[in-house]
């Protein structure tokens, strides 16, 4: 069965520090994998999704996110924080169980940017 | 011009009523899921339909009931509501079908239901 791994439920940077939060995955199957962002009292929104491609992935808002198959991971990164970039972050991962795709998402990681 | 939405925005009822979120998208995607999101933001799937057809019903009480008109429009009725239903329900709509998924979802905003 898949799963997901967020490491840090809570992850505090400085404004214009690095972004970085940690996704692992297990999949039996090559996975379709996703970020996606939640702002307080909205749904989700796609940061960037890999499917196959290119294994560094570029995503809205200047994220990007690198598929690292031999450390099943897929860690979502940006150089210099906004505030703005304060808010929910899930990976979720995608294969087949039982002949239909199924998402799985990760517990999230909240994003503080401190002044 | 809101793609996937959600009414109502918040709902509050008392133990064992009966009530109904209802989610419209206009993007043509045929495919709409329900989504329960607890307490503690974590997110599990509920429901999916693909053209009106259910295609992922994942354990999930037969109080709740999904029912999709048209594969625009997918909602979710609940019976005899307890306390423990108390979550965000999201709403989202996808292109893919059931056998892939490339694209990714579309959420809508969510319902907040609470139940005293």
């Known amino acids: 069965a898949q799963s997901v791994t967020q490491l840090g439920s809570h992850v505090s940077v400085s404004e214009g520090a690095l972004v970085l939060l940690r996704c692992n995955y297990s999949?039996?199957?090559?996975?379709?994998l996703f970020w996606y962002v939640q702002y307080p009292n909205q749904g989700l929104q796609l940061l960037l999704k890999?499917?196959?491609?290119?294994?560094l992935v570029k995503g809205i808002n200047g994220f990007e996110a690198e598929f690292k198959k031999s450390e099943t991971s897929f860690h979502l990164t940006k150089p210099s924080a906004h505030m703005s970039d304060a808010a929910e972050y899930f990976c979720?991962?995608?294969?087949?169980?039982?002949?239909?795709?199924?998402?799985?998402f990760g517990t999230g990681t909240k994003l503080q940017v401190i002044p | 011009d809101t793609a996937v939405s959600q009414t109502p925005k918040y709902l509050v009822t008392q133990m064992g009523n009966d009530k109904s979120i209802k989610c419209e998208q206009n993007l043509g995607h045929d495919t709409m899921y329900w989504y329960k999101q607890d307490s503690k933001k974590f997110l599990k799937i509920m429901f999916s339909y693909n053209n009106k057809e259910l295609i992922i019903n994942e354990t999930v009480p037969n109080r709740f009931s999904p029912k999709s008109p048209d594969k625009a429009h997918l909602n979710l009725h609940i019976n005899s509501l307890e306390l423990g239903d108390s979550a965000v329900y999201f709403c989202?709509?996808?292109?893919?079908?059931?056998?892939?998924?490339?694209?990714?979802?579309?959420f809508g905003s969510g319902t907040r239901l609470t139940v005293v």
């Open positions: 979720a991962v995608s294969d087949k169980a039982r002949g239909y795709q199924k998402v799985t």
């Open positions: 890999y499917t196959s491609a290119a294994t």
């Open positions: 989202a709509s996808s292109p893919d079908g059931p056998t892939t998924f490339i694209y990714g979802y579309t």
């Open positions: 999949s039996s199957v090559p996975p379709y």
